[in-house]
């Protein structure tokens, strides 16, 4: 009975952050090509139109859906990012902070 207790008061926290990510994700903007945080990461909301001459750091299959840093599920079309300003990224998106998703 206590462990059940203990798991229960501690999934309810866990339930919390979950559902104000979800949240957050509703309520961000979606970022631009254009805005400033996202022209000085090189984001484009298709990654396979990225250049990858210009971007070394490109190769195919990154995507912000499989980014460490993407605040959605891998499938969700858009997601939140930190690197523009807690806006939403598109899934099929990438900019020069793409780092694999652990
Ligand atoms: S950091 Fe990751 S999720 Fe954010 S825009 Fe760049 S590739 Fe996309």
Not at 76 to 102: E, L, R, S
Request: proline share 3%; with cysteine.
């Amino acid at each position: 009975m206590t462990q059940r207790r203990t798991f229960l008061l501690q999934l309810v926290p866990a339930t919390l952050a979950v559902g104000a990510s979800l949240r957050a994700n509703a309520q961000a903007a979606k970022v631009e090509e254009s805005d400033a945080a996202a022209k000085g990461v090189g984001y484009v909301h298709d990654a396979s139109k990225v250049n990858a001459a210009t971007y070394k750091g490109y190769a195919k299959g990154r995507m912000c859906g499989n980014c460490q840093l993407y605040q959605g599920k891998p499938a969700d079309a858009w997601g939140v990012c930190p690197i523009v300003g807690m806006k939403q990224v598109n899934g099929k998106g990438w900019c020069t902070a793409w780092v694999k998703k652990a």
